[in-house]
Structure formats: C-alpha cells, structure tokens
C-alpha cells in the first residue's frame, strides 16, 4: 500500500504487465501503418512515460513531440477541457498517433481528435495506454487499446493523483 496525499492506494497491474502491454501496443502500431513513419504526440504530462517506452520498443523509424492541456483536477474529471499548447511542426501529410496515457470519459481525446482532424493530416490513429470502457462516453473509435480498467482512479507510470505517483514504475489503485 501506499499513501498519497489523503488517500491510500493499493498495487494494481504490475511493471511487467505494463511492459508486455506497451510492447503490444508498439508492435500493432507497426503492423497496421506497414512502411509508413509514424510521429507520436503524447499529451503531457500523463503520457510522457508510456511514450517514452512505446518509442524504445518500437520496431522502426518513428518521431515525436508533444501536446499539453490542463483539464484534470483531483479524482474527478471536470468535462471541461480549455487549450491546447505545444504543436508546431507541420503535420500535412504525416502519420500520426496521438498517445493518452489513460481515456477515462474521453473528453481529452475527442476535443484534441477535432483540433488536429482540421489539419492536412494523412491518417490520424489515437492510442492509449489504459481505457475504463465504463467510463467512456463518445463514439470516436479509439484505434490502439493498451490494458481495460475498471472505473476506478489510478495512479503511477505516468498518472498523478495531484501531482504524486507519477514516477511510480507500476499502477496502483484507489482504495476502498
Ligand atoms: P478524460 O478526458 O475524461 O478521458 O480524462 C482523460 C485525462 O484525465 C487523462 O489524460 C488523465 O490525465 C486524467 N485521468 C483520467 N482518469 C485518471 C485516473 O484514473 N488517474 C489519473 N488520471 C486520470
Ligand atoms: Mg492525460
């Protein structure tokens, strides 16, 4: 157990589980976009450790960069999501997977799916790490699924609970 903040969290899914998942994930990626060099934009600061390790198991040329929002406070998601920092390279023509650590309601991930539908973009692919189905509530289909969660917080690799957790190596879980 561990305690952040108030509140005490429980071990979840381990490193090597994460790990298999991530390798997964990497691998369906280059199967299904064949010869094509995919850049990766991770949406901070969840992501940042799942894209990290995505790229280094990656079998093949790829790039990255990054996005940032802030729509996230506490345990609850807020619905709102307010602007988008960080995108300035051209994007007409590329492959491109937007990288969530984690879609809880889906919100983050319909609103950033809009913003770069307007560019020229050859195909744009959405990939996450975890996916609470229970919690999801759009019809955008997501096209890369790491690990399926139950409705319940999480926290480590990457997702904080106010700010802590984030360098844990394995995911933890809300208590009762
Ligand atoms: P959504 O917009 O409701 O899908 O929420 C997506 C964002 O909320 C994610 O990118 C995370 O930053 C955050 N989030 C959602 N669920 C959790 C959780 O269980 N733990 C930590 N952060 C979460
Ligand atoms: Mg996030």
Same mark, same amino acid.
């Given at each position: 157990m561990i305690q952040l903040h108030d509140k005490t969290f429980v071990p979840f899914i381990s490193e090597k589980s994460i790990a298999t998942a991530v390798k997964k994930l990497a691998q369906e990626i280059a199967d299904d976009i064949k010869g094509e060099i995919p850049l990766f934009i991770g949406v901070l600061n969840g992501a940042f450790m799942v894209v990290s390790d995505l790229m280094k198991v990656y079998p093949g040329d790829c790039e990255v960069s990054f996005v940032k929002m802030a729509s996230y406070k506490g +345990? @609850? @998601? +807020?619905?709102k999501v307010s602007e988008l920092i960080g995108i300035n390279e051209n994007l007409e023509g590329r492959t491109v997977i937007l990288i969530e650590d984690i879609v809880d309601t889906g919100n983050t991930l319909e609103f950033l799916h809009n913003i770069f539908s307007q560019q020229k973009i050859k195909t744009l692919k959405t990939a996450t790490l975890f996916f609470k189905p229970e919690a999801y509530r759009k019809d955008l289909k997501i096209d890369y699924k790491g690990i399926e969660i139950p409705n319940k917080f999480i926290v480590g690799y990457g997702l904080d609970y106010d700010g802590l957790g984030r360098n844990l190596p394995e995911v933890y879980q809300l208590k009762n």
């Open positions: +345990t @609850t @998601t +807020t619905g």
